[in-house]
């Protein structure tokens, strides 16, 4: 049985009161929440004084990341390590979301090396997937999503898979408003788990694969309530703590 992961990317939201005071009201209306991992993923400068917090509140939430370099010492300026995230605690990267993929160029290629990378370091790749307005209508959807995992698969091997995260992520639901509807991602998490499959079924079926595109407390159960969807990535929504951890709390319940 896959335990369901709910995380939250702040994206490039934040200041020292916003993040104490969202922490603050996480590990409140957490408290005693079971059955569902909760995660966030902070901008890099404030994982110091989210792991803090957290500490503080003596809560279970799991600290993140939102991206990472390639080196974890040396002479690469302005870059950030895993060694460095795992120094404050942080165990969940997001890797290959779809706003670096398009504002920073990164490859599939880029991103696989990001994937190993995080893995030799021991923590947890939360690999992004997901297709464009323009791919969705040309029916390229489960193209798109099997090149992505491919980049890991053929040069890692499918095993590589084992204790990451994938977040299937349409980039037309990102931000929009415009959820995929639970049926819809519900078939395409089948095929994303189908195209694993076909080099291990094992793999596939312990791979914990969570929606991620306007999910809100409003239509978190129903797509919690879907035998492939284990969990969400949550942007906007996860900046309000209540509204959060309704839906951390909508996975718990369905996946009980
Ligand atoms: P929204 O929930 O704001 O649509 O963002 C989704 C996302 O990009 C999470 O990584």
């Known amino acids: 049985m896959r335990h369901p992961v709910v ?9 020292k009161a916003m993040v104490t005071e969202l922490l603050n009201g996480l590990n409140a209306e957490l408290e005693g929440v079971t059955g569902v991992d909760v995660a966030v993923a902070p901008p890099a400068l404030y994982v110091d004084l989210a792991e803090r917090v957290i500490k503080e509140g003596g809560s279970k939430i799991i600290l993140g990341a939102q991206n990472t370099d390639l080196k974890n010492s040396g002479a690469f300026t302005g870059d950030m390590s895993p060694e460095m995230l795992k120094d404050f605690g942080a165990t969940h990267i997001i890797i290959g979301h779809s706003e670096r993929r398009e504002y920073h160029n990164e490859s599939d290629e880029f991103v696989a090396k990001k994937f190993a990378f995080i893995k030799e370091n021991g923590l947890t790749p939360v690999l992004c997937i997901g ?10 959807t489960l193209a798109v999503c099997a090149r992505q995992l491919d980049a890991v698969i053929k040069t890692q091997g499918v095993e590589a ?4 995260i994938v977040a299937y992520e349409p980039i037309w639901a990102i931000g929009t408003g ?15 788990r189908a195209h694993i499959a076909q080099s291990s079924e094992e793999v596939a079926k312990n791979l914990v694969i969570q929606y991620g595109g306007s999910v809100k407390d409003s239509n978190a159960a129903e797509l919690f309530g879907m ?7 949550v942007g906007g929504a996860a900046l309000d703590a209540k509204g959060f951890a309704a839906i951390a709390k909508a996975a718990a319940k369905a996946k009980a």
């Open 7 to 15: 995380m939250g990317n702040w994206k490039l939201n934040g200041s």
């Open 131 to 140: 297709e464009s307005d323009a791919q969705n209508e040309a029916g390229e």
């Open 161 to 164: 898979l084992n204790g990451a």
């Open 178 to 192: 415009k959820a995929a509807t639970a049926e819809q991602a519900q078939d395409i998490h089948a095929a994303i």
């Open 227 to 233: 035998p492939d969807i284990d969990g969400a990535l």
